[in-house]
C-alpha cells in the first residue's frame, strides 16, 4: 500500500515538471528592416503594386519571460509573408528547440473548429412572436461541411430551418490569434527573462528609386563651351503588400541582383482565415422532379440561407503623391553607402515606418553643383551621306565621380531632368537609368536641337578609301560642344581628322562650334583588308 501512494505522489509531483508552458513574446521593441528589389523586374519597369515580388528581411526585438523547463514561444504579428524555414532566433539561454507557422488565423471556420464539444448562445428568431431568443447548444461538428449542434430540442443544422439565426462565442480558443502567429519551442533549466532577436525572410517587399535632377544656368567660360551645373535629389519609394506595419524601422535597401532559386512565394504560404460555409439538405423531394416544387414558398427559407455578401473590396492604394515624406525645405535624410557582397546597400540614418499594405517615398540623397557637359551628337559614316540637313541629338553627360561633385554608387531607376524658365521648370529629358557605380559615366538624352545641324556627304567612293565631308551649323547665340561619330574601329581606320577617340565602341571626333558659325571637315575611311 506505502508502494502504490509512493508511486503516486512521485507521478504527482513528476506532472508538472514535464507540462509544457505556453509563453506570448512581447509586442515588438525595435524594428528592422532591409528591402531587396524584385530579381526578376528590369530597372526600367515600374513596380507592381498589387503583388510585388521582392522581399525584405526583417529584424524584431522583443522580450519573453520563460519559466522553468520547456516552454512554447509564440512571436504575434510577424509578417504574413513570413518565410518560416529563415527564421533565426537568438538571445535564449538554450536556443530554439523545434519552430512552427500556426496555419490558422482567427476566423469563422477556426472559431468553429476550436469550440467543438463546448457551449456556445445559439440565437433564432421566434416566428411566432418575431422577437430573438437566445439558447445554450454545444458544436458538434466540425466547419468543413453543414453545421450540426446539440440543443434542448436535439440535434440540428444551423441556418437550415429558414430562420436567421446566430453564432455567440463566450472565448477565443487558445492558440487563435487575428495576426500571423511564429512560435518556437525552447527549454530553459532555471527561467528567466530575455531580449531575444527574431530575423526572417519575407515575402511582398519591393522598391525603388527616381532620380529628380534641376539644371542651372549655363557656365559662361569662353574654353568650356556646354559646361552646366544642376542639382540632384534622389527618391525611394518603398512598398509593403504585408498586412503588418513596422513602426519606427530601421530602413535598408540593397541594389543590385541576386541570385535567387528559391520560390519565395510558395515558401511563404501566408496563414488564412477561413470562411464558414454551411451546407444544408436540399429542399423538395427529387421524386417529384423539381417542377413540383413551389419556389415562391421556400422564398424565405432560401433568402435566409443564402451566405452572408462578400465584404466590399478595399480601396484603391493611395496615389505616389498622398505618401510622400519631405524633412523639411532642405533634405536631412542622406543615405549612407555601403558595399555589401559585390552589391549596395544604402542605410537610411531616421527611422522609418513601413506601414502595411501602403507605398511610401523618401528622399535618401541630394546634391548640389554636379558638372555636367551638354553634348551635340551625330553620326556620318560612309554610305549614309545626305544633302538634307539633319539636327544633331542633345544629350548631358557627367561622370560618377567626386571630381564632378558626385561618387556615390547611383541605384537603377527612372531620371527625370528638368529646367529653370520664366515658367517655371519645365521637362526637358527623361532616362533610365541601370545601377551606376561611382566613376562610371551617366548620360541623358534630351530632345533633337533646334540650332545645330549637321549635313553629312560622301564625296567619292574608292575601293581602297572612300572620302568624307561634314558641315556643323551652329544657328545660336552660344557655343556648343560638338562629337560626331565617324567609324566603327573594327571596319577600319580614319585619317584626316586632329583628336579622334574611341567612344561608346566608335570612333568620334569632338570639337566647338562657335555662336552663329559653321564648321567643315574632311576625312578619309579606309576599309581592313577584306572589309571593302
Not at 24 to 38: E, F, G, K, N, Q
Not at 90 to 111: C, F, I, K, M, S
Not at 415 to 426: K, V
Amino acid at each position: 500500500m506505502r508502494a502504490i501512494i509512493g508511486g503516486v505522489l512521485a507521478l504527482a509531483m513528476a506532472a508538472p515538471a514535464s507540462a509544457q508552458s505556453v509563453v506570448d513574446a512581447s509586442a515588438p521593441l525595435a524594428h528592422a528592416v532591409t528591402i531587396y528589389r524584385d530579381p526578376d523586374r528590369s530597372p526600367d519597369a515600374a513596380m507592381n503594386r498589387g503583388w510585388p515580388r521582392g522581399f525584405a528581411m526583417i529584424t524584431e526585438r522583443r522580450q519573453v519571460t520563460l519559466p522553468p523547463g520547456q516552454s512554447t514561444i509564440r512571436f504575434t504579428g510577424v509578417a504574413e509573408g513570413m518565410i518560416a524555414v529563415s527564421a533565426i532566433v537568438t538571445g535564449l539561454p538554450g536556443g530554439p528547440v523545434e519552430q512552427n507557422r500556426d496555419a490558422d488565423l482567427l476566423g469563422p471556420a477556426a472559431l468553429v473548429d476550436g469550440t467543438l464539444g463546448n457551449r456556445v448562445t445559439l440565437t433564432r428568431t421566434n416566428p411566432a412572436t418575431g422577437r430573438e431568443q437566445a439558447e445554450p447548444a454545444i458544436i458538434r461538428t466540425r466547419a468543413d461541411g453543414g453545421l450540426v449542434v446539440q440543443t434542448a430540442q436535439g440535434f440540428e443544422a444551423v441556418r437550415c430551418s429558414g430562420l436567421p439565426e446566430r453564432l455567440s462565442f463566450d472565448r477565443v480558443p487558445d492558440g487563435l490569434s487575428p495576426q500571423p502567429v511564429f512560435s518556437i519551442q525552447a527549454a530553459d533549466a532555471v527561467g528567466g527573462t530575455y531580449e531575444v532577436e527574431l530575423t526572417y525572410l519575407s515575402w511582398g517587399f519591393d522598391w525603388q528609386a527616381h532620380h529628380v535632377a534641376l539644371l542651372a544656368a549655363p557656365d559662361r567660360v569662353a574654353d568650356r563651351p556646354g559646361d552646366v551645373r544642376l542639382g540632384l535629389t534622389s527618391w525611394l519609394t518603398l512598398l509593403n503588400d504585408n498586412g503588418q506595419s513596422f513602426p519606427g524601422a530601421e530602413l535598408q535597401v540593397v541594389a543590385g541582383t541576386l541570385n535567387i532559386t528559391s520560390d519565395f512565394r510558395r515558401l511563404a504560404s501566408p496563414p488564412q482565415a477561413r470562411p464558414l460555409n454551411l451546407t444544408c439538405y436540399p429542399l423538395g423531394s427529387t421524386a417529384q422532379g423539381t417542377e413540383a416544387l413551389d419556389i415562391g414558398a421556400f422564398a424565405p427559407m432560401m433568402e435566409a440561407m443564402a451566405p452572408p455578401p462578400p465584404p466590399p473590396p478595399p480601396p484603391p492604394p493611395a496615389p505616389v503623391a498622398d505618401n510622400i515624406t519631405v524633412t523639411g525645405a532642405r533634405i536631412a535624410m542622406i543615405a549612407q553607402e555601403e558595399e555589401l557582397g559585390g552589391l549596395r546597400l544604402y542605410r537610411v540614418p531616421e527611422p522609418v515606418t513601413v506601414a502595411a499594405r501602403g507605398q511610401k517615398q523618401i528622399a535618401f540623397l541630394q546634391r548640389d553643383g554636379i558638372a555636367a557637359t551638354l553634348v551635340y551628337r551625330a553620326t556620318c559614316l560612309p554610305d549614309w551621306g545626305s544633302e538634307t540637313a539633319r539636327p544633331f541629338d542633345m544629350r548631358l553627360e557627367t561622370v560618377n565621380d567626386q571630381e564632378h561633385g558626385l561618387g556615390i554608387a547611383l541605384p537603377s531607376g527612372g531620371l527625370t531632368l528638368f529646367e529653370p524658365t520664366a515658367a517655371g521648370d519645365l521637362l526637358i529629358g527623361e532616362e533610365s537609368l541601370p545601377d551606376r557605380a561611382a566613376g562610371q559615366q551617366v548620360g541623358v538624352a534630351l530632345a533633337a536641337s533646334t540650332q545645330v545641324y549637321l549635313t553629312c556627304q560622301q564625296v567619292r567612293a574608292g575601293r581602297r578609301s572612300q572620302q568624307m565631308a561634314a558641315t556643323i551649323s551652329n544657328a545660336g547665340t552660344t557655343p556648343v560642344q560638338v562629337r560626331l561619330e565617324v567609324y566603327r574601329p573594327s571596319l577600319g581606320r580614319v585619317a584626316g581628322l586632329r583628336d579622334t577617340r574611341l567612344k561608346d565602341g566608335m570612333t568620334v571626333t569632338e570639337l566647338v562650334v562657335p555662336a552663329a558659325a559653321t564648321r567643315q571637315l574632311r576625312w578619309s575611311v579606309r576599309p581592313v583588308a577584306g572589309m571593302d
